[in-house]
């Protein structure tokens, strides 16, 4: 006859809240991630921007009021 483990027997489950915690841990330490990395990253592409609208105008491909008119769309196609 087989003899039976007792670790063989009873097998807990882990609570089904704490799973639900983690996951949400892990999603808050996600996005904070992000955050900072945008953080990081938004002033380098806000410089680059203003330096190609002043390639822009050095060049005289485009006058002030092309580069006004484009922010103004950009603003109506954010909201």
Do not use: C, W, Y
């Not at 009873?10 to 904070?32: C, Y």
Request: charged content about 35%; cysteine-free; overall charge positive.
């Amino acid at each position: 006859m087989k003899k039976l483990d007792s670790r063989n027997r009873v097998t807990k489950k882990p609570a089904a809240g704490s799973k639900v915690i983690d996951h949400t841990a892990d999603l808050r330490q996600q996005l904070e991630d992000l955050s900072e990395k945008i953080d990081l990253v938004l002033p380098e592409v806000t410089a680059r921007v203003a330096a190609l609208e002043h390639l822009l105008r050095e060049k005289q491909l485009v006058t002030r009021q092309d580069l006004i008119s484009a922010r103004a769309f950009v603003r109506l196609q954010e909201e």
